[in-house]
């Protein structure tokens, strides 16, 4: 194939022969959340508050392992990689002191991702701003920094740290993400973004800590783009661009009334404070607060839980952290005391809300604030100093710009951000799966159409049947592609994160090898992001150390498509071939004990132990993880322009439409990745509309992939491929047995489609 670098052409990437390129990526990696060393995964605390002393190098992987990963995610089909880093891996030491021997390594991996013939984006990632508030991203410092003890969060409930939970095992699933409507998350970015307004009195250094904040970000990201750079090798040849940060969320800015819960909260899960409940039990106040839980129909609250700090407070006490850092922090700015407090929001002294709209406006001005209004100033702001900051080093990197969120995108349609050379980044999770860890066949919820005001009442956005589902989130995702052009302008969409938990319905799929449920999620996500006329995506994620036990080794997540623990899906080339000129079966490329793969051990290929054959089997059986609804087929380079593709998993049908403005030219004919498992040799059947097609193999580091070469002319085209069929769920049911082509013919059913 040869590797085609990339650009952007309006609303699609072109290759140098003007082929239209969609990507088909995958974050790597998780692991790069926590440290290399020491290995701090969430459930760990041993050495968790030593922050200052961690190394990230050998995040995601070492150099020497990275040639396994790159050559499975090659293997898979994937094309492109979200290329995962924080900023605690550059700057962690303290302000300004930039782990040289870390960004050294990165732009190693980067080389060998290289050879693989990857496009890679980076990732600055960030996830309720630190791993000392519950998530990853910025360094410890950052915290001191602002005012907070983060050694008292956990009394306070200022943030639920997993690290620090009683029992690791038992920490509740997903509660990590409401640390956004926790003191910690809400203070520190209102402080990021608008600090300057919200809090004038926090100077530190003779600047606002929003500057402080914000220069200190953009200043790692930069130098890591200069190292990038600076290697010569790497900007366009791999590195095609560069993602702004990861799920910005506003903090307080924008909220009507601190007193209560915002109406368009959808996130209550445990203990649920409003702002002001927060700032007090920040402050060592005892507070009831109202208990939530995430059912098949959303949140429902649960009771009532005192929370008492004791007087212990999340606000730093002495200026112990300003000596060590070497920062000079203001007089003006109150160690020991709420920030909001000092800026006349509440009264210490009586524990007495004074301005409950305090955030509703731009203080200064008294100009109305709301979610769009933030994205549209804050954010845009944030944007434009690190879109400037990047391509001070690199000026044709491709930005990724990624606003908030699930939040109507900024209006930048016709104005000067109207940037030609941006990609609008967008995240989506069916979230009913996703909080509830269990895929529902009967009935899930049009979440966008909800949030845009589709409905009369949320109730009219249910949808009922798993086709309707399926339809669903298919028009969720296009509904978003739509809403990207009317307001961000002629741009590509990618969405950099979308994915499915793996330890559904309390980890069944662990105890049986069944992953039946994760097969049909995964079908439907990728369903969806067939049907939405994006440029492309990453699915979130993989994960180099996922176990059945720990999972992602962050918060209890599990959304990796790989794990140690599970089987990888045989080649497709075992597959018994129904045309009688072909040989009984082509060249395998597994085995089962030792022996090779053919049509007399193929079953036990494809299945694993059922409960009742296996009893007190220890380990339990080993499934294949859902691997037939992401290992699936794709365009690659397409002569004009894409209209329409799919993949049908239950029938093994690839259909494909497009539009070519002039015949493909002899040695740039449009490719599709057909994964051989599901097209294997021998055993499919292709049709198209017109001209010539052929089916090779080609080699990316000796790498072996199975490609369709299609030669076509102008104006309307199409193409469909059948596959080999299998019974829905039959390679992720060990009970189950496939229907093969061969099946078929036995039958007197295997007419060529």
Not at 320 to 330: A, P
Not at 604 to 612: G, Q, Y
Not at 619 to 626: D, E, I, L, Q, T
Not at 639 to 652: E, I, P, Y
């Amino acid at each position: 194939m040869g590797f085609m670098q990339l650009h952007i052409d309006g609303r699609t990437f072109r290759d140098p022969q003007n082929r239209e390129i969609l990507l088909r990526g995958i974050n790597v990696a998780a692991d790069a959340k926590y440290p290399k060393s020491p290995d701090i995964p969430s459930h760990e605390s041993n050495k968790f508050f030593e922050g200052d002393n961690v190394s990230f190098v050998g995040r995601p992987f070492s150099l020497e392992e990275s040639h396994i990963h790159f050559q499975r995610l090659r293997k898979w089909g994937y094309n492109t990689i979200r290329y995962i880093f924080t900023w605690e891996a550059i700057e962690h030491a303290g302000p300004g002191i930039y782990d040289e021997e870390w960004a050294a390594f990165t732009v190693e991996i980067l080389r060998i991702a290289k050879k693989y013939e990857f496009y890679v984006f980076m990732d600055p990632h960030q996830d309720v701003w630190s791993r000392f508030s519950g998530g990853s991203g910025a360094p410890l410092w950052t915290l001191y920094a602002a005012g907070f003890e983060p050694k008292n969060f956990k009394t306070t409930g200022a943030a639920l740290v997993h690290n620090t939970s009683d029992n690791p095992a038992e920490f509740p699933k997903m509660v990590w993400s409401t640390n956004y409507t926790r003191i910690l998350c809400q203070t520190m970015f209102t402080l990021f973004w608008a600090g300057r307004d919200y809090a004038p009195k926090a100077i530190i250094d003779g600047v606002n800590i929003q500057d402080y904040l914000q220069n200190h970000y953009i200043g790692a990201c930069k130098f890591l783009a200069q190292k990038i750079h600076d290697a010569g090798d790497l900007e366009h040849d791999v590195v095609i661009g560069w993602e702004s940060m990861n799920e910005p969320h506003r903090g307080l800015i924008g909220f009507q009334d601190i007193s209560v819960i915002p109406a368009d909260q959808q996130l209550k899960l445990g203990t649920c404070p409003t702002a002001f409940q927060a700032m007090l039990t920040g402050s060592g106040r005892p507070c009831e607060l109202p208990t939530w839980a995430f059912g098949s129909f959303g949140p429902y609250q649960t009771g009532r839980e005192l929370l008492d700090p004791a007087g212990v407070t999340t606000w730093l006490s002495t200026d112990l952290e300003d000596r060590k850092y070497g920062w000079k922090r203001d007089p003006g700015w109150k160690l020991g005391e709420c920030i909001w407090a000092q800026h006349g929001v509440w009264d210490t002294s009586t524990d007495t809300l004074l301005q409950k709209d305090y955030f509703s406006k731009i203080p200064q001005t008294g100009e109305k604030m709301n979610y769009e209004k933030f994205t549209n100033t804050y954010f845009l702001n944030h944007y434009r100093a690190f879109r400037d900051a990047i391509r001070s080093v690199w000026p044709q990197s491709i930005m990724l710009c990624q606003p908030p969120v699930m939040e109507v995108p900024p209006d930048l349609k016709g104005t000067i951000d109207d940037d030609p050379n941006m990609v609008h980044a967008v995240h989506y999770y069916d979230g009913l799966t996703l909080m509830t860890k269990h895929w529902n066949r009967f009935y899930n919820v049009d979440v966008i159409g909800v949030l845009r005001g589709k409905y009369w009442a949320p109730a009219f956005g249910v949808k009922v049947g798993e086709t309707a589902i399926r339809n669903c989130l298919r028009d969720q995702l296009k509904f978003l592609r739509e809403e990207s052009i009317n307001y961000m302008g002629n741009h590509p969409m990618v969405f950099t994160e979308i994915g499915i938990p793996y330890d559904m319905d309390n980890k069944y799929a662990y105890q049986t090898g069944d992953y039946s449920s994760q097969t049909s999620a995964m079908d439907a996500n990728h369903f969806a992001l067939e049907g939405s006329t994006s440029n492309g995506y990453t699915i979130w994620v993989y994960e180099t150390e996922n176990s059945h036990k720990w999972g992602d080794n962050w918060n209890g997540e599990d959304l990796s498509i790989y794990s140690g623990d599970d089987l990888e899906l045989p080649t497709g080339a075992i597959i018994p071939s129904h045309n009688p000129n072909s040989p009984s079966y082509s060249e395998t490329h597994g085995n089962v004990g030792g022996a090779e793969i053919g049509p007399r051990n193929l079953k036990r290929a494809l299945t694993t132990p059922s409960i009742s054959s296996t009893h007190s089997q220890d380990p339990p059986p080993k499934g294949y993880r859902a691997a037939e609804a992401y290992l699936r087929p794709s365009p690659v380079y397409v002569g004009g322009t894409l209209t329409s593709h799919a993949f049908d998993l239950r029938s093994c049908t690839f259909t494909m439409s497009l539009t070519a403005k002039a015949p493909t030219d002899a040695q740039a004919p449009t490719e599709i990745h057909l994964p051989e498992f599901h097209f294997p040799v021998g055993n499919l059947d292709v049709e198209i509309s017109g001209g010539k097609w052929e089916l090779d193999n080609y080699e990316v580091q000796s790498v072996k992939l199975q490609r369709l070469r299609w030669w076509h002319a102008e104006g309307e085209q199409e193409l469909k491929v059948q596959g080999v069929i299998r019974k829905p769920g039959g390679i992720a049911n060990p009970a189950g047995e496939d229907i093969t082509y061969m099946d078929q013919c036995q039958r007197g059913e295997c007419a060529i489609m």
